[in-house]
Nanobody, 114 residues
Framework: QVQLVESGGGLVQPGESLRLSCVAS????????MNWYRQAPGKERELVAS????????QYTDSVKGRFTISRDDAKNTVYLQMNNLKSEDTAVYYC???????WGQGTQVTVSS
């Protein structure tokens, strides 16, 4: 079965950085486009970043452009989200997803607070 396990969240102050990881299994990771989503309390789930299977295309929602970087390491079946200059509005549970499969990880909590 497809499994996605996110990690790397935590409590940080505004301006600090975190790197999230998502370890994937149960499918051919190198052929899969991957997404990061987030969901803040009371808000809709939001697509944050996407990466194509070949890493030729990376896309971001406007609010994180210039601050977040999605990347992948196919040898490790892992997709990353480097989050720099974090803001309070980045507070959310962050989820990894295979773009074309309706399968979600358990999520990892990111809290940005002073």
């Amino acid at each position: 079965q497809v499994q996605l396990v996110e990690s790397g969240g935590g409590l940080v102050q505004p301006g600090e950085s975190l790197r999230l990881s998502c370890v994937a299994s149960g499918f051919t990771f190198r052929d899969a486009a991957m997404n990061w989503y987030r969901q803040a309390p009371g808000k809709e789930r939001e697509l944050v970043a996407s990466i194509s299977h070949s890493d030729t295309n990376r896309q971001y929602t406007d609010s994180v452009k210039g601050r977040f970087t999605i990347s992948r390491d196919d040898a490790k079946n892992t997709v990353y989200l480097q989050m720099n200059n974090l803001k309070s509005e980045d507070t959310a549970v962050y989820y990894c997803k295979v773009r074309d499969l309706n399968v979600w990880g358990q999520g990892t909590q990111v809290t940005v607070s002073s």
